[in-house]
């Protein structure tokens, strides 16, 4: 598995996966060329029992076997040099992804000092009660942010650790005096609807601190604070 950080992004990936400077494999020695077949195949006729000469049938036969063998070869060949291209670009984007943020699902994330939290959450239905809470490493709620009625929809906030900011605009809601000191927060998305509250799944942003590459071209991203995510997981590039 191949590795990406912010030393030389992209020469060290394409370094580790050698797709760049790929060598190809020496050809086996003892595998049939088409002049070796045919030559073959010209003994094969020069030796024949005149008596009982092979059916000109199994000649035709012999060459149209031999030329899907070839043809499967260069297809397999043509292939592989598409995977290899595929794999370069995936490793080009790959080493630009490291120091920017994404958004995943999770409900817990780091907060940098003077940094932004960014979150997401869906509302299948509209509710006259929202509201975010917020609690430190330790388990202790340190914000209560209310939303209010809210329609059916995406909905997006951020968040510096003080105030709010929902779907583009600043609430009048005041945090604390001071923004809350960096470190891991978790957030709990509460919705009331029917009289019935409910916890809604969060999506939160994360900062990319490398990009592991397997064998097989997939990427998992190593996230701040949440560790190995795939990238399949990814909800949005920040």
């Known amino acids: 598995m191949s590795q990406v950080n912010n030393d030389n992004t992209t020469n060290s990936i394409l370094s580790n996966l050698n797709i760049a400077n790929k060598n190809k494999d020496d050809k086996n020695s003892n595998e049939l060329g088409q002049s070796a077949f045919l030559e073959l195949m010209i003994t094969q006729m020069n030796n024949q029992d005149p008596l009982s000469p092979q059916d ?3 000649f035709i036969a012999q060459l149209a076997q031999f030329s899907s063998v070839e043809g499967l070869e260069r297809l397999n060949n043509r292939f592989e040099e598409f995977s ?3 794999m370069s670009n995936q490793a080009l984007q790959a080493s630009s992804l490291v120091g920017r943020q994404v958004t995943v699902p999770t409900e817990k994330t780091l907060l940098f000092d003077g940094g932004i939290v960014s ?3 869906r509302l299948e239905e509209s509710t006259n009660d929202m509201r975010i809470n917020v609690y430190d490493e330790a388990g202790e709620q340190v914000s209560a942010i209310p939303l209010g009625s809210r329609p059916a929809g995406d909905l997006s906030f951020r968040w510096d650790g003080q105030n709010v900011e929902v779907n583009g605009e600043l609430l009048d809601w005041i945090g ?3 923004p809350l000191p960096g470190g891991e927060y978790r957030f709990e998305v509460l919705v009331t ?3 019935k509250t409910e916890q809604l799944e969060t999506a939160l942003s994360a900062n990319v601190n490398s990009v592991s590459m397997g064998d097989d071209g997939r990427l998992t ?3 701040a604070g949440l560790g190995a995510v795939n990238i399949g997981d ?3 590039f920040n």
Request: glycine share 24%; charged share 25%; no cysteine.
């Open 176 to 178: 604390g005096e001071e």
């Open 56 to 58: 000109n049938g199994d």
């Open 221 to 223: 991203l190593n996230l």
């Open 234 to 236: 990814v909800k949005q």
């Open 84 to 86: 290899g291209s595929f």
């Open 193 to 195: 609807q029917d009289g």
């Open 119 to 121: 979150g997401s959450v």
